[in-house]
């Protein structure tokens, strides 16, 4: 992390690619040396995380699978493969998370423009809000958007339009999902950007437009790219939208090995799908990695506070006018249904099934469970996982923060991976690997946190890289020279400068913590269920007050989630007198 | 610098001792192995009043430890994958349609349970080795809403064969046999009236007849079935789903309605049964025998019908008024043998998939 002596600009930034003078070579090798044994240091936490929770569980399943009476079944992966029905799902699986990627970018990016510059009443809260959809469990939030586009939904009544069970359907709600992903990722670092950059560009002649592409968009490719990659995987692993909204007729990857593994117990044809769905994530990290290689730069970061101001002019207005309504159609009409289904209850509009929450849990069956406990289990799970989420992918950061060389951006990938892998997969792996002693964590709460970090992760290390990366390294070796040691360097530095990134990072970890059903529910004990888990129970049952508690705890899930975010948003505000 | 990099090293050592320190802390708080907690396996779906688990500490001194794990399928195939190693004493929660794969795979010890002789025979499908005990029964049956069927004067169907007239054209919404176990149940109901060779063509016509597929219970019932109270606004007045689903519109209300707002096709049903049995490898054979005992208890078997919304196996246990009020006895619910069943599922479901999806 040292660099000896005051060294012209450009060449320290080569000096970062690699390339040192042959002036500082000896000094710069213990240095180099150093760095390196640093560098490891700070990825062995990381590492030794992602081998154990991860990497050995999924393999143990995937051998599992593969590996028969002592023997190795190759032969299944060609079987598999060449199954015209696997190639139709892969295929599916494929372009609905290109289209659908493609369209929450082209949805969410004014959105993230909106929210990094301009200023307006209520926008704290609003962002908090676009991110609720994120944590809501897919049945309750597939079923409030059927209400939304299904027959007799809002568009249906308005103006005769219906997409249930189309691809449109699908696509729609998974920006419904993930628009937060691109307003928080790019929006984060959109916010920091200094606009006198593009005002320069603009004052030395370059339209408007031509100004944006030479300028802000460079500097935000990696962001957008992040933000792409996270809204890919996730819509590739797509579960329960595909299932509510697609019907029976679509299945992605993630609902095959679903039925192959927890319905039929197939684990070779499981097997082969997961080793598919790992080689497709693989290649498009690969692509990731080889678009963002050359991108990343440093820039100038300033205090996100100084970059909003009041809309100025017909145009602004128009723009922000037009994102206020697309999330309020596309995101705030659902979450509107689910509410409004929590107080409809059999006398007209009330708090029926909120008292019943209360009071079915004091008489005494094991199936149900006072709310406020659901609630206090789904925080400490979650603030639990966000601390190992923290920990984990903030290291693995920093660790990542140089130009990397070909071994660290393979780590890099595999940080990923947990996003683009079945939960089912997951689920099942922990309980056939971790149940050994030292590592017998089958009956132990903490499985619960561990899974939900995994996908918290990869979140923390894509908000923080992008940010990280833009720090000038100038300032990082500006201060080693004064003689600060490399703590005090990422402590006065570093952390200052992506203390927002930290606190949105910190706030997906959070949301994602919040909202995990599909590892969760093979894993939670039964008396300490949380929300989600809580939910899908009551769905499961007939009867109009176990369906209004549903949305009662939906609802309540949801304003766990805002006040959640809210908070987190106003620790950032204190602090950003620092930048 | 080499200090610093000491620092650096010792807080990430320190970091991973904190992180382990929360797993041991984890380690600390399960107690699966001491002699005086039995552990149940089981689905997400158990549930049992905490008085009458209270009653059961009482009587044996052994506490009950619930251990779930997803829908009834995925807790089968977990505890089939942790065979030898099971994560409790005793499992619960195995259906007839899976009962064969667990059977196959030697999960369970031979054990009798009290009171088996209260049980009818029908519903011992283990009766020469006693390898699973039945606990409790439901009927899958397509269901109808009362309202509709009133106002447009028509007669609600009653069979299978009902299903494909006209009169009932486009009404009918069901789930994915593939991925619901509703789905499945109404599949098998159909192969065991028309044959191996018949229900292909039955469901050929009632695709014809405009059957509507949706992935799960909860999409059919509360999305499309237009009788459920809660949900949206469906506009299919016959659905899928259980014989108890009736009793349980009712179960909330605040004044008893004369009957439930759904009815059931009793010519449409088949028959579930769940089964519990003592885990291979269990750590407290003796706690998961007494368990055993107690699930078959007519204290427990009548606390069954309101926890779970299904029926005691015992001939003796007295019914809840709401079950005898608002429920029907299903006389001649379609059955199919578990071998059978283990057999013919998968090209079965393929085979109604390529002809309905």
């Known amino acids: 992390m040292v660099l000896a002596g005051p060294v012209e600009p450009r060449e320290n930034r080569k000096a970062a690619g690699g390339h040192r003078k042959a002036g500082t070579a000896g000094k710069a090798d213990g240095g180099g040396r150093r760095a390196i044994a640093l560098r490891l240091a700070l990825m062995a936490v990381p590492l030794a995380f992602f081998a154990v929770f991860f990497a050995y569980p999924v393999a143990a399943i995937v051998t599992r699978g593969l590996r028969v009476g002592g023997q190795w079944r190759f032969g299944r992966i060609g079987e598999v493969v060449t199954d015209p029905a696997t190639l139709d799902v892969l295929w599916f699986t494929c372009w609905q998370a290109v289209a659908s990627t493609a369209l929450t970018l082209a949805v969410a990016l004014p959105g993230a423009y909106v929210f990094a510059r301009f200023d307006f009443p209520g926008k704290g809260l609003l962002r908090a809000v676009v991110t609720v959809p994120f944590v809501l469990p897919t049945v309750v939030a597939g079923s409030a958007f059927l209400a939304l586009l299904g027959r007799g939904g809002v568009l249906d009544e308005l103006w005769g339009m219906r997409f249930d069970t189309s691809v449109w359907a699908i696509l729609l709600a998974h920006v419904f999902f993930n628009y937060a992903v691109v307003v928080r990722t790019v929006g984060g670092l959109w916010a920091q950007l200094d606009p006198r950059q593009e005002e320069a560009a603009r004052v030395l002649g370059a339209s408007r437009l031509s100004a944006w592409r030479r300028v802000t968009l460079p500097a935000l490719a990696p962001a957008v790219a992040a933000a792409a990659l996270m809204v890919f995987l996730f819509t590739f692993t797509s579960f329960g939208v595909i299932q509510i909204l697609g019907g029976p007729r679509y299945a992605t990857l993630e609902v095959a090995i679903y039925r192959e593994t927890a319905q039929l117990l197939d684990l070779p044809t499981a097997a082969v799908l997961t080793l598919i769905q790992f080689a497709a994530v693989a290649a498009v990290l690969a692509l990731h990695a080889w678009t963002v290689r050359r991108r990343e730069s440093a820039l100038r970061l300033v205090d996100p506070g100084r970059t909003a101001r009041r809309p100025k002019g017909p145009a602004q207005w128009a723009l922000l006018w037009g994102v206020l309504a697309v999330v309020a159609l596309l995101i705030v009409t659902p979450l509107a249904v689910l509410v409004e289904r929590s107080l409809n209850g059999p006398d007209g509009y009330g708090f029926t099934y909120y008292e019943a929450l209360r009071s079915a849990a004091d008489s005494g069956g094991t199936f149900f469970v006072a709310p406020l406990e659901a609630v206090g289990n789904s925080l400490w799970y979650a603030a639990v996982a966000t601390v190992f989420a923290l920990v984990v992918g903030g290291l693995a950061a920093a660790a990542l923060t140089r130009r990397p060389g070909r071994l660290v951006r393979g780590f890099d990938a595999l940080l990923m991976l947990p996003l683009g892998t079945s939960a089912v997969t997951v689920g099942f792996g922990f309980l056939i690997a971790l149940d050994e002693p030292p590592l017998d964590l089958r009956a132990s709460w903490v499985l619960v946190p561990l899974a939900q970090a995994l996908v918290g992760v990869p979140f923390v290390v894509r908000t923080m890289l992008p940010v990280l990366r833009a720090v000038d390294h100038r300032l990082r070796e500006a201060a080693a020279v004064l003689g600060a040691s490399p703590w005090r360097v990422w402590r006065e530095v570093d952390l200052p400068l992506v203390g927002r990134a930290v606190a949105v990072a910190a706030g997906f970890a959070f949301a994602v913590s919040l909202g995990e059903f599909g590892a969760t529910v093979f894993i939670a004990r039964p008396d300490h269920p949380t929300l989600p888990v809580a939910i899908a129970r009551f769905l499961g049952r007939a009867g109009q007050l176990t369906y209004g508690q549903a949305m009662a705890l939906s609802t309540i899930l949801m304003l766990v989630c805002a006040g959640s975010l809210l908070a987190l948003e106003r620790i950032r505000t204190d602090r950003s007198g620092e930048f | ?357």
Request: some cysteine; glycine content about 10%; aromatic content about 8%.
């Open chain 2, 1 to 357: 610098m080499n200090s610093q990099l000491r620092r650096v090293i010792s807080a990430a050592v320190l970091g991973s001792l904190a992180l382990s320190a929360l797993v041991g802390c984890g380690e600390d708080t399960k107690s699966g192995s001491d002699s005086k907690t039995v552990t149940l396996v089981t689905h997400d779906s158990f549930a049992a009043s905490k008085a009458v688990l209270k009653e059961f500490t009482k009587e044996t001194g052994y506490k009950v430890r619930v251990q779930a794990g997803g829908d009834a399928g995925a807790a089968v195939n977990q505890a089939i994958l942790s065979k030898g190693h099971p994560q409790g004493d005793v499992f619960f929660g195995v259906d007839n349609t899976l009962l064969s794969r667990t059977l196959d795979n030697d999960l369970f010890s031979p054990y009798t349970a009290k009171g088996l002789d209260k049980v009818p025979a029908a519903l011992q499908l283990d009766r020469a080795e006693h390898r699973v005990t039945p606990v409790d029964f439901g009927d899958i049956c397509v269901n109808y809403d009362r309202k509709y069927f009133a106002d447009k004067k028509l007669t609600p169907p009653r069979t299978l064969d009902d299903l494909t007239k006209p009169a009932y054209k486009n009404l009918l919404v069901t789930e994915n046999a593939a991925t619901s176990s509703p789905g499945l149940g109404f599949l098998l109901a159909t192969a065991a009236k028309y044959g191996d060779d018949g229900w292909q063509g039955y469901w050929k016509k009632l695709r014809a007849n405009g059957v509507e597929v949706v992935d799960g219970w909860e999409q059919a019932y509360y999305d499309r079935f237009s009788g459920s109270a809660g949900g949206g606004k469906g506009d299919r007045p016959l659905v899928v789903s259980y014989a108890s689903s009736p009793p349980a519109e009712v179960a909330d209300a605040k004044t008893k309605p004369g009957q439930a707002p759904t009815g059931v096709a009793t010519g449409t049903c088949f028959r579930q049964v769940e089964f519990a049995g003592l885990l291979n490898g269990a750590g407290n054979t003796k706690g998961g025998k007494a368990l055993l005992d107690f699930l078959l208890s007519k204290r427990f078997q009548e606390d069954v019908p309101l926890n779970m919304y299904v029926n005691p196996v015992r001939e003796d246990a007295k019914l809840p008024e709401l079950f005898s009020r608002y429920g029907v006895r299903i006389a001649d619910s379609a059955t199919l043998a578990p071998q059978k069943i283990a057999k013919n599922r998968e090209p079965w479901v393929k085979t109604w998939s390529s002809l309905v999806l």
